[in-house]
């Protein structure tokens, strides 16, 4: 059976990235095989930010869109096509200032687009992306994972079932700057178990 991967990476940096490091190896473990394809997403290297042209764009019927609302629209189409595509998402959230890195949260409001991931009901909003799972890589340098101060996890999980994923799985690396050795190997432990 099949099983596309999105692989999300939202770190600044790249050489010494505890998140990329771990979301790769998670992915690793489903292994890259011929059933397994893997689709890459590096939002740190520039995702665009929602502005007047693209919400005037969402919001024109697409029958009734320009060339220009085309295009303010290119690459949240190409974005919203690789979840559709995906069965499983990886996503690696490192904490940035208690939230989430701001590449991370401009792929977000590229994503959430009505008609597209999501609908509004006479009971609100439902997310048309199910059938999904998603594993969120999270790390930290001193920000305990699901605390007070943590507004990055509930955030994400939050966003994903919005768009109709809700089979969300948590790995966190948290407090890295005082348990470091100790946090990676319990995650590489939960990799193991995840693949077996």
Same mark, same amino acid.
């Given at each position: 059976m099949k099983n596309t991967i999105l692989e &999300?990476?939202?770190?600044? *940096?790249?050489?010494?990235? &505890?998140? /990329?490091?771990?979301?790769? %190896?998670? =992915?690793?473990?489903?292994? %890259?095989?011929?059933?397994?394809?893997?689709? /890459? *997403?590096?939002?740190?290297?520039? $995702?665009?930010?929602?502005?007047?042209?693209?919400?005037a764009a969402s919001q024109t019927p697409k029958e009734a869109r320009t060339k220009q609302h085309v295009s303010a629209l290119d690459m949240s189409d190409a974005l919203i096509e690789e979840i559709r595509q995906a069965d499983t998402l990886v996503i690696g959230v490192p904490i940035y200032n208690f939230g989430i890195p701001a590449s991370l949260k401009a792929w977000i409001d590229q994503i959430c687009r009505a008609g597209e991931t999501f609908s509004y009901t006479e009971n609100g909003p439902v997310g048309l992306l199910y059938g999904k799972r998603a594993y969120l890589i999270i790390?930290?340098?001193? &920000? =305990?994972? !699901?605390?007070?101060?943590?507004?990055?996890?509930?955030?994400?999980?939050? =966003?994903? !079932?919005? $768009?109709? $994923?809700?089979? =969300?799985?948590? $790995?966190?690396a948290d407090r890295l700057m005082f348990e470091s050795e100790e946090k990676i190997s319990a995650v590489r432990k939960t990799i193991q178990s995840i693949a077996a």
């Open positions: &999300v990476n939202a770190s600044a *940096r790249h050489e010494g990235s &505890v998140s /990329r490091q771990l979301v790769s %190896e998670l =992915v690793q473990s489903f292994g %890259e095989t011929t059933a397994t394809q893997i689709i /890459r *997403r590096d939002v740190a290297s520039g $995702i665009a930010i929602v502005n007047d042209d693209w919400i790390t930290s340098g001193g &920000v =305990v994972s !699901g605390s007070d101060l943590d507004f990055a996890t509930n955030y994400m999980k939050h =966003v994903l !079932g919005f $768009i109709g $994923i809700h089979d =969300v799985e948590i $790995i966190a």
